[in-house]
């Protein structure tokens, strides 16, 4: 009898997870386009939405700061930043909120978190060394290797061919987009300006950088091919982050007291704002796919 109920037991135990995994499968999930920080729950936390703003959901519960979130190139995990280790680390953790994982475990400050294009390798940013400094590691944590030594450097990107890796530094005073050789080599100054620039990000087809140019106070986002040549304005506003295809860019703009997130097309054209004013909503995240 005891036997029976044991198997009883354990294929009713094995039912229920055929059906919780089918069930989690089949589940008709509407697209989580769209990955941002807000701070509309008392702190800043990481959520989802479409980009008409429906199927938002809140990923990050905890009373630190969280934010900047990251897709993985296959939209499977999240990179981010939190605080709920006590001197800032980057986290990962699987776009259905599971298994998240201190990536850092440093007790210096680390952020800025960027994913090479097969997603086996993150660029980063860490003041263990004093200033900040672009670092790369595998997306497990581990092989960190130090990239740049000079002044301060953040916001590092991943080209989409693997090859390069733009980042901001103000060695030259004021803040300048820089691109590297992946391994470190090769540091060039792309902006060359008297303006501030800063938040470099490659567009899918790696032709071009979005990055944002501050100057008397007023931040705007701006385009600029890769070698740095045809610097263009698009629109008032900072945080760029590109869709998929290309064609628009979604970025953060404050000029409402209260920063909003906004996308325009690649052209200028068909500027839509897609979070409301009762929050303040910043640094958005496009879904790879
Ligand atoms: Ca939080
Ligand atoms: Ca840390
Ligand atoms: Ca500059």
Not at 72 to 94: A, E, H, T
Not at 183 to 198: I, P
Request: glycine share 8%; aromatic share 10%.
């Amino acid at each position: 009898m005891k036997a029976a109920t044991t198997l009883v037991f354990a294929l009713v135990t094995l039912l229920g997870a055929c059906w919780a995994s089918a069930t989690d499968a089949a589940s008709p999930k509407a697209p989580a386009t769209i990955a941002f920080s807000s701070d509309r729950d008392g702190n800043s936390e990481i959520y989802v939405m479409t980009e008409t703003g429906k199927a938002l959901r809140r990923l990050t519960k905890n009373p630190k700061f969280d934010g900047f979130p990251r897709w993985s190139p296959d939209g499977g995990r999240i990179l981010f930043y939190s605080q709920r280790s006590p001197n800032g680390d980057l986290w990962v953790m699987n776009a259905d909120v599971s298994a998240p994982k201190n990536l850092t475990r440093n007790a210096a400050h680390d952020g800025d978190g960027s994913w090479s294009a097969d997603g086996r390798r993150i660029v980063f940013v860490s003041d263990r060394t004093g200033d900040g400094d672009v670092y790369v590691m595998r997306s497990d944590g581990a092989g960190v290797t130090r990239l740049t030594t000079e002044a301060k450097n953040q916001h590092p990107s991943w080209s989409p061919d693997g090859t390069k890796v733009a980042f901001t530094s103000d060695r030259d005073d004021n803040g300048e987009i820089y691109v590297m050789n992946a391994d470190g080599s090769e540091q060039t100054n792309l902006s060359k300006s008297q303006a501030s620039e800063d938040w470099p990000v490659w567009s899918p087809n790696g032709a071009t950088i979005a990055f944002t140019r501050s100057s008397n106070g007023k931040d705007a986002v701006y385009l600029m091919n890769a070698d740095g040549s045809n610097v263009r304005r698009l629109a008032a506003g900072t945080q760029p982050s590109w869709t998929p295809d290309g064609r628009r860019i979604a970025f953060t703009n404050e000029s409402s007291g209260r920063s909003a997130i906004y996308v325009v097309g690649f052209d200028g054209k068909g500027l839509k704002k897609l979070t409301r004013a009762r929050f303040t909503e910043y640094d958005p995240a496009w879904s790879p796919r």
